[in-house]
Each structure stands twice: as structure tokens, then as C-alpha cells.
């Protein structure tokens, strides 16, 4: 069976044989779209080519990675290099170093960093250290924000402001979900009334500081500033997970770019370079609490991969050097205000929040504040113009409560091509 000569239809079909769905993430199968996935035979900068011969102007990016677009050059040969002195070591490399230096110098809270295999395990082992640094049990997360598969964030929240979670997937035990609160974003009404009642039992309070799993919401002036000041204040620890945000809305993240100052934080997609990988970094003392220093046990044996440290390493001396991020957000901006100006013209009601590089779509007559008015964008009315856009050649992400990215990759063609797309989109609906 020659698997390159298959279309996607037909690969699919045979994926389904093997991998439970027929995709190794769940967000790839295509049903929030109503459809089924296409498979990609190669990407070069701003395009994806499937295996049917069709050429895509591609806004997914890997899901945040190719912030340089896909097959960048410079990240390419930095691989290339590292490969030829071997794939994996099992000791330390010097490029498990630079890459620690380079997120220390970038990256305000971190003075020290430890490098995992993926953004889950940051986000997980935040939440360990936070509890054995505090010796408390309780955490608190937001409703919309998604921090990995971890059991203990992989809840919901159930009715009210103010709730205990429930676990959101089979396989976590509801014991386990109760130790997390689960909180309204840009409510601080509701901050408050947690911390009065569980103050002195919450370990960290753990958020996107720029949710962006489910849609993006930006966050309401003074909102972090308010979670910062009240984890000092109780003794808890304030997580950031810049898994998406961390070198995507500015070279510090969106601590730099808001001025607050997180004692942890997860980090991912962009420091591998298109390679699997993520980190967690915080204050020093924090940070000393993890094995083998301290107490708090967390390994891997392929953390600090030196293919995926060469690459990220790349990535982030171009970001130092390049800094592209006005240049990102004029482009992204040239996006957003074609599909504002068809939806005007067309009378279709779309909020389209932006960040830098980061946009996202949501078919709402509101603002989107939080997971609760997100949810009450029409899904349906995305499906369709996600699937006029993929039709004409333009890559959208394939769910309503995911976003878009921009990578410096996208040259005026690819936008004018993309924002002519969408506005015709728009306009058909």
C-alpha cells in the first residue's frame, strides 16, 4: 500500500483503522466544521500543500508554532546542524543552556527554567510545584481556559459564579476535579468572593492571561493586575500559561505586554520551532523546589531534545533580533478589517478580537467577555464561512472557539488573497 499516493479521503479511512478517530488530536477530525480532515503533504512558508493538489493559505500555523512560517530556512539548518552530532544524548547539551538563557533574558518571570516534552507537561508540573511549594491542595482556573490534558485542569464549571469543577473528560476522578475552582474570566466580583471563602487553602490561580482555546478573549484592563495583587496578598502563587501567548503577542509574552508579573509560567509551541516542546520558568525560589534540588519530582528523558532546543533556540534569536511584531499585527489587522468592513456591508453581526499575531472570529451581536458569551457565538454560521474559505484556498482553524495566527511568513499576496476570500465569505452568508 503506497500511503503517498492516497487522497485524503482515502487516507482517512484508513487512519480510522488504526488511530482512534483517525487523528492524533482531537481538534483535527474536522466535526465542529461538519466535515472531515484533509491531509498536508508539505508546507513552505505562508502555504500548506495537501496530498490532493490543492495549495492553502495557511492562518492555523501548526497551531502557533510557525510564528516564521513553515520550512523557515534559518530554523531548517539550525536542525540540520544539530542532527549531524545525533538526534537524542540522555546528558545535558549545551543547547538545553542557551536555550535557558535566551527564555531568561526574554521571558520577565524567569529567572530559572526547566524544558519539558510539551505544553500539558509545563502546565501540569506548574500546578505540582505550586502545591508543594504552598502545601496547599486547592487551585483555581478559569472557565474557556484550557491548559493541556491535565486532570487537573480538564474541568468545567457548573452553575453559578462560583463553583467547584467537574471533570470534563472520563478518567478523571471527581475527587480529584473538587480540588479545582472554577471561576468566570474577567470577573474579579468573583475573584474575591473565592479568596474570601478558600483564601488560605488555594495553592495557585492558573489562567491565559489572553484566553485562547476558545476564541480570544482579552482581558479587561485591570483584570490581571487584580489577580496579581490578590494572590500576593493570600500567599498563592499566580500561574500564567503562555503555552500560545509566550512570543506570539510580544517577544516577553503577555506578562511584558501587560505589566504583570506571574511567579510561574508555561511556555511551548514557539521555543521548539516547529518541534515538540515546552518549558515552565518562575522565580528563583520557586523554582529551587524542583528535583533534584528540592522536593517536587518532575522528569523526562526527551526534555531538552537537541533537535527541538536547536530549533527553538532559531526561533528565538530571530524574534531578539527581528523583533516582528508590528510588523504581525499590521497584518493581522489587515485581515480583521476585511471581514469587519464585508460583515458592515452584509449586516452580519462578527467580534473579531486581536493580539499581535493572534485573531479569531465569533459570529456574535456582543462582545465576548468570557466563556459564556463566547458560547453564544453561532457555530453554524462559522461552519459556513469556514467552508467558503477552505473551498477558495484559505486555511481558517477548523473550529468556532479556536483562533487564527499570523506568521511573518504572509507576503501581500497571501493577504490580499486571504482577505478577498473572506470578505467574499462574509458576504455569501
Given at each position: 500500500m503506497d500511503f503517498e499516493k492516497m487522497s485524503s479521503k482515502e487516507l482517512f479511512e484508513e487512519a480510522?483503522?488504526?488511530?482512534?478517530?483517525?487523528?492524533?488530536?482531537?481538534?483535527?477530525?474536522?466535526?465542529?466544521?461538519?466535515?472531515?480532515?484533509?491531509?498536508?503533504?508539505?508546507?513552505?512558508?505562508?502555504?500548506?500543500?495537501?496530498?490532493?493538489?490543492?495549495?492553502?493559505?495557511?492562518?492555523?500555523?501548526?497551531?502557533?508554532?510557525?510564528?516564521?512560517?513553515?520550512?523557515?530556512?534559518?530554523?531548517?539548518?539550525?536542525?540540520?546542524k544539530?542532527?549531524?552530532?545525533?538526534?537524542?544524548?540522555?546528558?545535558?547539551?549545551?543547547?538545553?543552556?542557551?536555550?535557558?538563557?535566551?527564555?531568561?533574558?526574554?521571558?520577565?518571570?524567569?529567572?530559572?527554567?526547566r524544558m519539558t516534552n510539551s505544553g500539558t507537561e509545563a502546565t501540569m508540573s506548574c500546578i505540582r510545584l505550586a502545591r508543594g511549594y504552598t502545601k496547599r491542595d486547592k487551585i483555581v482556573k478559569f472557565s474557556g481556559c484550557y491548559h493541556g490534558h491535565v486532570d487537573s485542569l480538564l474541568v468545567k464549571a457548573g452553575s453559578g459564579a462560583l463553583t467547584f469543577g467537574n471533570p470534563d473528560s472520563a478518567g478523571i476522578p471527581a475527587d480529584l476535579a473538587r480540588l479545582t475552582i472554577v471561576l468566570p474570566f474577567n470577573?474579579?466580583?468573583?475573584?474575591?468572593?473565592?479568596?474570601?471563602?478558600?483564601?488560605?487553602?488555594?495553592?495557585?490561580?492558573?489562567?491565559?492571561?489572553?484566553?485562547?482555546?476558545?476564541?480570544?478573549?482579552?482581558?479587561?484592563?485591570?483584570?490581571?493586575?487584580?489577580?496579581?495583587?490578590t494572590?500576593?496578598?493570600?500567599?498563592?502563587?499566580?500561574v500564567f500559561d503562555e503555552v500560545i501567548t509566550g512570543f506570539r503577542v510580544a517577544a516577553g509574552g503577555a506578562q511584558a505586554r501587560e505589566n504583570v508579573m506571574p511567579d510561574l509560567c508555561a511556555l511551548g509551541k514557539i521555543i521548539g520551532g516547529g518541534l515538540p516542546v515546552g518549558a515552565f520558568c518562575g522565580r528563583r525560589e520557586i523554582m529551587e523546589y524542583i528535583a533534584p534540588l528540592g522536593p517536587v519530582y518532575q522528569a523526562g528523558?526527551?526534555?531538552?531534545?537537541?533537535?527541538?532546543?536547536?530549533?527553538?533556540?532559531?526561533?528565538?534569536?530571530?524574534i531578539r533580533e527581528g523583533n516582528?511584531?508590528?510588523?504581525?499585527?499590521?497584518?493581522?489587522?489587515?485581515?480583521?478589517?476585511?471581514?469587519?468592513?464585508?460583515?458592515?456591508?452584509?449586516?452580519?453581526?462578527?467580534?473579531?478580537?486581536m493580539a499581535a499575531s493572534l485573531f479569531s472570529f465569533f459570529f456574535n451581536e456582543n462582545e465576548v467577555v468570557d466563556y459564556e458569551t463566547a458560547l453564544k457565538s453561532s457555530t453554524e454560521t462559522y461552519k459556513k464561512f469556514f467552508k467558503n474559505c477552505l473551498d477558495n484556498g484559505v486555511y481558517l482553524a477548523p473550529s468556532a472557539f479556536e483562533i487564527c495566527f499570523m506568521s511573518a511568513a504572509h507576503g501581500e499576496d497571501d493577504l490580499q488573497l486571504a482577505a478577498d476570500v473572506m470578505a467574499k465569505s462574509i458576504k455569501s452568508l
Open positions: 480510522k483503522k488504526y488511530i482512534p478517530g483517525g487523528v492524533n488530536s482531537p481538534v483535527r477530525a474536522f466535526r465542529s466544521v461538519d466535515g472531515e480532515p484533509f491531509f498536508t503533504r508539505a508546507a513552505h512558508g505562508a502555504k500548506l500543500e495537501t496530498v490532493d493538489g490543492k495549495t492553502l493559505v495557511d492562518f492555523v500555523c501548526t497551531w502557533g508554532p510557525a510564528l516564521f512560517g513553515h520550512d523557515n530556512p534559518v530554523i531548517r539548518e539550525a536542525v540540520r544539530a542532527l549531524e552530532r545525533g538526534t537524542s544524548f540522555g546528558t545535558p547539551s549545551a543547547a538545553e543552556v542557551e536555550m535557558a538563557k535566551l527564555v531568561h533574558e526574554m521571558i520577565p518571570c524567569a529567572e530559572m527554567v470577573d474579579t466580583a468573583a475573584i474575591d468572593e473565592c479568596f474570601s471563602k478558600y483564601g488560605d487553602e488555594i495553592a495557585c490561580v492558573i489562567l491565559e492571561p489572553y484566553p485562547a482555546n476558545v476564541g480570544l478573549i482579552p482581558p479587561k484592563p485591570g483584570f490581571l493586575k487584580h489577580l496579581r495583587e494572590c500576593t496578598r493570600q500567599g498563592s502563587l499566580l528523558t526527551l526534555s531538552g531534545n537537541p533537535l527541538a532546543m536547536a530549533a527553538g533556540v532559531a526561533a528565538l534569536k530571530m516582528p511584531y508590528d510588523a504581525l499585527e499590521k497584518k493581522s489587522m489587515f485581515i480583521v478589517d476585511a471581514v469587519r468592513g464585508a460583515a458592515k456591508e452584509r449586516g452580519v453581526a462578527v467580534q473579531t478580537p
